[in-house]
């Protein structure tokens, strides 16, 4: 085993830079815009860092403010989440220890819904999150940075919560043997000073750690720019502290995992997947950068210049002294051979065809523009495409859904509580029913008339997307069908929905069908 005993709580993963910041960074400024992206720019000029040169700076503002930023992976964020959050969030709360969490799910008024939201538009920008219970407030701080220490009663009166951690903070990880044994989060969060109008931030790193088996915790912090020695006293007050080691409790026992929630975009565990936005906003960036070249081409080349060939000396004499004007109505005399004519950029040229190129690579990847394609497409095309688009995002709505009722689950143990399965349902289905009423209608007689078991019926409508299962199988869902009331009648008689068509059988008639029920 090789390696180094690093105490450095601000020790990063060394993924952490390649596989979070430039990812998070490359897509949270595509997000935010043409501001933002101006600086990711890359000036043609020669002076790059525009040091001693006031004419290529004032030509790279120029440069920058002339490009046109088409923000397409906003766009396609906003209508990702619009597409999840169509169908509103399904909750199932029964639990007392959880019935807060509708409209306050992190102590701070967040509804559960937004926090949803949250959690999944992160995961899609960054390609991972995390969900951690809490049922202490933690520690809190006075007007000076002091660390207020919690008692073990006000932590037991505490309200139960959720804390959303966005990929960023998650700065360190560790995973042996398909086990988390060390996690490190870290945040900021403001100083509240009643006699100040200022803004003061204190940094907290939050450690999660396993040790023989046993899950631990403990809260650094630090009110500068430095980062704890290891060696601080625990409880210390003053510029920086750290508490104690202590044992996470759960139910009563000592836990033996981290409570940690993990959501991603192909795997709910603590590696870093790969962002479903980052793609297209990588595409995104360097069609600004064509963007900006061909403001600057078109402001270089772009206006019409008048070329003189073959003029003689005395040509030259009478322009020198008469000049030449564009769009006036005073000819200009030449002699001999000399020609006159305007000299313009094409119309069409590498640049532009390079800039529609990468518009069509945003397209293809799911990128939405300014508007749908309505281009004429067949069936078999446009299912394709419906399920080639909401592959990805319903994975990633599946694995938040999961990752949430993980969390419920562990603060019902938290809590000494049961808490039911299945608490919250995303919208998972997002193509529209091939199946119009005639078909419908067409099928029901045919269950009717004993020719398809119900199971088959509803197994076809599943495919159809008039029914989703939401974890059930399908016998669950005949069952529930057959349970409710009033029950779903097939025809104007007594048969009713799958209480006696499984009961008919054919007698070997095509237009016979005998019934074996009681109507």
Same mark, same amino acid.
């Given at each position: 085993?090789?390696?180094?005993? @690093?105490?450095?709580?601000?020790?990063?993963?060394?993924?952490?830079?390649?596989?979070?910041?430039?990812?998070?960074?490359?897509?949270?400024?595509?997000?935010?815009?043409?501001?933002?992206?101006?600086?990711?720019?890359?000036?043609?000029?020669?002076?790059?860092?525009?040091?001693?040169n006031?004419?290529?700076?004032?030509?790279?503002?120029?440069?920058?403010?002339?490009?046109?930023?088409?923000?397409?992976?906003?766009?396609?964020?906003? +209508?990702?989440?619009?597409?999840?959050?169509?169908?509103?969030?399904?909750?199932?709360?029964?639990?007392?220890?959880?019935?807060?969490?509708?409209?306050?799910?992190?102590?701070?008024?967040?509804?559960?819904?937004?926090?949803?939201?949250?959690?999944?538009?992160? @995961?899609?920008?960054?390609?991972?999150?995390?969900?951690?219970?809490?049922?202490?407030?933690?520690?809190? $701080?006075?007007?000076?940075?002091?660390?207020?220490?919690?008692?073990v009663?006000?932590?037991?009166?505490?309200?139960?919560?959720?804390?959303?951690?966005?990929?960023e903070?998650?700065?360190?990880?560790?995973?042996?043997?398909?086990?988390?044994?060390?996690?490190? $989060?870290?945040?900021?969060?403001?100083?509240?000073?009643?006699?100040?109008?200022?803004?003061?931030?204190?940094?907290?790193?939050?450690?999660?750690?396993?040790?023989?088996?046993?899950?631990?915790?403990?809260?650094?912090? +630090?009110?500068?720019s430095?980062?704890?020695?290891?060696?601080?006293t625990?409880?210390?007050?003053?510029?920086?502290?750290?508490?104690?080691?202590?044992?996470?409790?759960?139910?009563?026992?000592?836990?033996?995992?981290?409570?940690?929630?993990?959501?991603?975009?192909?795997?709910?565990?603590?590696?870093?997947?790969?962002?479903?936005?980052?793609?297209?906003?990588?595409?995104?960036?360097?069609?600004?950068?064509?963007?900006?070249?061909?403001?600057?081409?078109?402001?270089?080349?772009?206006?019409?210049?008048?070329?003189?060939?073959?003029?003689?000396?005395?040509?030259?004499?009478?322009?020198?002294?008469?000049?030449?004007?564009?769009?006036?109505?005073?000819a200009?005399?030449?002699?001999?051979?000399?020609?006159?004519?305007?000299?313009?950029?094409?119309?069409?040229?590498?640049?532009?065809?390079?800039?529609?190129?990468?518009?069509?690579?945003?397209?293809?990847?799911?990128?939405?523009?300014?508007?749908n394609?309505?281009?004429?497409?067949?069936?078999?095309?446009?299912?394709?495409?419906?399920?080639?688009?909401?592959? +990805?995002?319903?994975?990633?709505?599946?694995?938040?859904?999961?990752?949430?009722?993980?969390? $419920?689950?562990?603060?019902g143990?938290?809590?000494?509580?049961?808490?039911?399965?299945?608490?919250?349902?995303?919208?998972?289905?997002?193509?529209?029913?091939?199946?119009d009423?005639?078909t419908?209608?067409?099928?029901?007689?045919?269950?009717?008339?004993?020719?398809?078991?119900?199971?088959?019926?509803? +197994?076809?409508?599943?495919?159809?997307?008039?029914?989703?299962?939401?974890?059930?199988?399908?016998?669950?869902?005949?069952?529930?069908?057959?349970?409710?009331?009033?029950?779903?009648?097939?025809?104007?008689?007594?048969?009713q $929905?799958?209480?006696?068509?499984?009961?008919q059988?054919?007698?070997?008639?095509?237009?016979?069908?005998?019934?074996?029920g009681?109507?």
């Amino acid at each position: 085993m090789t390696g180094t005993n @690093v105490t450095n709580v601000d020790t990063k993963h060394k993924l952490y830079d390649a596989r979070v910041t430039q990812i998070c960074k490359l897509v949270n400024d595509c997000i935010v815009g043409e501001i933002a992206m101006r600086n990711r720019l890359l000036w043609p000029g020669e002076d790059p860092k525009m040091e001693g040169n006031a004419a290529d700076r004032h030509r790279m503002e120029k440069y920058t403010r002339g490009a046109a930023f088409l923000n397409a992976t906003r766009r396609t964020l906003n +209508s990702w989440t619009g597409i999840v959050f169509s169908t509103p969030v399904i909750t199932d709360i029964k639990t007392k220890s959880l019935a807060g969490l509708q409209d306050n799910a992190d102590g701070n008024s967040q509804p559960l819904s937004q926090m949803v939201r949250d959690a999944l538009t992160e @995961v899609l920008k960054t390609g991972r999150a995390a969900l951690v219970p809490i049922y202490d407030s933690g520690v809190t $701080f006075d007007d000076e940075g002091n660390p207020i220490i919690q008692t073990v009663e006000q932590a037991q009166a505490a309200t139960m919560k959720i804390r959303l951690f966005y990929n960023e903070d998650i700065i360190n990880w560790r995973t042996v043997e398909r086990q988390d044994r060390l996690v490190v $989060f870290k945040y900021s969060e403001q100083v509240d000073d009643p006699s100040s109008f200022g803004n003061s931030e204190i940094t907290i790193w939050h450690e999660y750690r396993m040790i023989d088996g046993e899950a631990f915790q403990r809260r650094w912090w +630090s009110t500068d720019s430095k980062v704890p020695d290891a060696g601080i006293t625990p409880n210390t007050a003053g510029s920086a502290g750290v508490t104690d080691l202590t044992p996470i409790i759960i139910g009563g026992k000592r836990a033996t995992s981290l409570p940690i929630s993990w959501i991603g975009a192909v795997n709910n565990d603590s590696y870093p997947d790969e962002a479903p936005l980052y793609d297209i906003a990588s595409l995104n960036e360097k069609h600004y950068q064509i963007e900006a070249d061909l403001a600057e081409l078109t402001h270089l080349v772009g206006q019409p210049t008048v070329v003189i060939t073959g003029s003689s000396p005395q040509d030259k004499e009478n322009l020198k002294a008469g000049g030449v004007k564009l769009g006036s109505r005073t000819a200009i005399p030449l002699t001999g051979n000399a020609k006159i004519e305007l000299l313009q950029a094409e119309e069409r040229n590498s640049v532009i065809a390079l800039a529609e190129r990468r518009e069509k690579q945003m397209a293809t990847i799911g990128a939405q523009m300014i508007d749908n394609n309505t281009t004429a497409k067949t069936a078999t095309e446009a299912d394709y495409d419906a399920q080639s688009d909401t592959s +990805s995002l319903s994975l990633v709505a599946g694995n938040t859904e999961s990752a949430f009722n993980k969390a $419920f689950q562990m603060m019902g143990e938290l809590a000494g509580d049961q808490v039911n399965d299945g608490v919250l349902t995303l919208n998972k289905q997002y193509t529209s029913s091939t199946i119009d009423g005639q078909t419908l209608t067409a099928m029901l007689q045919v269950v009717q008339a004993g020719k398809m078991t119900t199971e088959d019926f509803v +197994s076809w409508m599943v495919r159809g997307n008039l029914i989703e299962l939401s974890g059930r199988t399908i016998d669950q869902v005949v069952d529930d069908i057959n349970n409710q009331a009033p029950t779903i009648s097939l025809s104007q008689g007594d048969n009713q $929905f799958g209480s006696n068509a499984g009961n008919q059988t054919e007698t070997g008639n095509d237009n016979e069908v005998t019934d074996n029920g009681d109507n």
